[in-house]
Nanobody, 123 residues
Framework: QVQLVESGGGLVQAGGSLRLSCAAS????????MGWFRQVPGKEREAILCISSSDGSTYYADSVKGRFTISKDNAKNTAYLQMNSLKPEDTAVYYC????????????????WGQGTQVTVSS
C-alpha cells in the first residue's frame, strides 16, 4: 500500500510559478510511475501529466505543455510538479497519483491517489 500526500498549493499571480510536492510512503516508491491530475468544480478530473507504469512513456496535456514538468526524488520518496507561467485557467485542485510497474496498462491509469491541494491563480 502506498499513501500519497500533496503539498505546495496556494495563491499565486498569473505568470508566477509554484512547485507541488507529492510525498509517498512505501519502500518501493522508486519503481512507481507517477502522474498529476487536476479538477475544477463541476468538471471531470483531467490528466495533465502522466508517466506510464508500463513503458515509461509520457503524456502532457496540451494546456500545460512547455509550462509544467514532473520530477521525482527517490531518495526523498517525493515527486514534484513544477508549474511555470501560471494562468487563471490553471486554477484547480491538483492530485498526484502512482502505480507500480504494470504490464500493458493505459498511460494515465493509477492505483493510488493523494487528497489534493488547491492552486488558485489570480489575474
Amino acid at each position: 500500500q502506498v499513501q500519497l500526500v500533496e503539498s505546495g498549493g496556494g495563491l499565486v499571480q498569473a505568470g508566477g510559478s509554484l512547485r507541488l510536492s507529492c510525498a509517498a510512503s512505501g519502500r518501493t516508491f522508486s519503481s512507481y510511475a507517477m502522474g498529476w491530475f487536476r479538477q475544477v468544480p463541476g468538471k471531470e478530473r483531467e490528466a495533465i501529466l502522466c508517466i506510464s507504469s508500463s513503458d515509461g512513456s509520457t503524456y502532457y496535456a496540451d494546456s500545460v505543455k512547455g509550462r509544467f514538468t514532473i520530477s521525482k526524488d527517490n531518495a526523498k520518496n517525493t515527486a514534484y510538479l513544477q508549474m511555470n507561467s501560471l494562468k487563471p485557467e490553471d486554477t484547480a485542485v491538483y492530485y498526484c497519483a502512482a502505480a507500480p510497474p504494470t504490464y500493458l496498462r493505459a498511460i494515465c491509469d493509477y492505483d493510488y491517489w493523494g487528497q489534493g491541494t488547491q492552486v488558485t491563480v489570480s489575474s
